[in-house]
T-cell receptor, first 113, second 115 residues
Framework: GEDVEQSLFLSVREGDSSVINCTYTDSSSTYLYWYKQEPGAGLQLLTYIFSNMDMKQDQRLTVLLNKKDKHLSLRIADTQTGDSAIYFCAESSITDSWGKLQFGAGTQVVVTP | DTGVSQNPRHKITKRGQNVTFRCDPISEHNRLYWYRQTLGQGPEFLTYFQNEAQLEKSRLLSDRFSAERPKGSFSTLEIQRTEQGDSAMYLC?????????????FGPGTRLTVT
């Protein structure tokens, strides 16, 4: 089946930029997402990008999509301690059940003072 | 708009018992999804409703699992004869299936522990 892969852990100092990377295999992926999960909580939709876009910026968040390499990244500018969480990359494909999300295993981001 | 809610938040049950979880989606969202998340993993798709119709079920959803959305609003997920391997976080999400079906909003989840 289709796979979404992420690095498991990222440590970053407060005030620095964080970059979380993701690769996917489904060439028919239509939307690619970033979700944030804090301990004991559900998933918060941070941002998403349509596959015909290369970049999307939303306040401190910048999403870059390299469709040729099937690589997605999330950059968080001026990282704060409140950004410590697990970040999930996910994709959905129009050829699959519309809206069904395929998630990676998540990247734990730890922000140190 | 109070967001997606799920009840109970935590459930501890003994192996072999039946459990039922409830999900209330964001009002007017006509699509509802169930996912399961085990420790250290991302959520895995279980099933999906558009209004009251269950349109897809994952192969992860064994015969012991059943989901309903009788009036196209709230949904229930029942697990019969629970097994220890059913221990997980069960997440519900909803979306508005007209132009924004790609924006899925998740509830806080129900954490199931089977002893």
């Amino acid at each position: 089946g289709e796979d979404v892969e992420q690095s498991l852990f990222l440590s970053v100092r407060e005030g620095d930029s964080s970059v979380i990377n993701c690769t996917y295999t489904d060439s028919s992926s239509t939307y690619l997402y970033w979700y944030k999960q804090e301990p004991g909580a559900g998933l918060q939709l941070l941002t998403y990008i349509f596959s015909n876009m290369d970049m999307k910026q939303d306040q401190r968040l910048t999403v870059l999509l390299n469709k040729k390499d099937k690589h997605l990244s999330l950059r968080i500018a001026d990282t704060q301690t409140g950004d410590s969480a697990i970040y999930f990359c996910a994709e959905s494909s129009i050829t699959d059940s519309w809206g069904k999300l395929q998630f990676g295993a998540g990247t734990q981001v730890v922000v140190t003072p | 708009d109070t967001g997606v809610s799920q009840n109970p938040r935590h459930k501890i049950t003994k192996r072999g018992q039946n459990v039922t979880f409830r999900c209330d989606p964001i009002s007017e969202h006509n699509r509802l999804y169930w996912y399961r998340q085990t420790l250290g993993q991302g959520p895995e798709f279980l099933t999906y409703f558009q209004n009251e119709a269950q349109l897809e079920k994952s192969r992860l959803l064994s015969d012991r699992f059943s989901a309903e959305r009788p009036k196209g609003s709230f949904s229930t997920l029942e697990i019969q004869r629970t097994e220890q391997g059913d221990s997980a976080m069960y997440l519900c999400a909803s979306s508005w299936g007209r132009d924004t079906e790609y924006e899925q909003y998740f509830g806080p989840g129900t954490r199931l522990t089977v002893t």
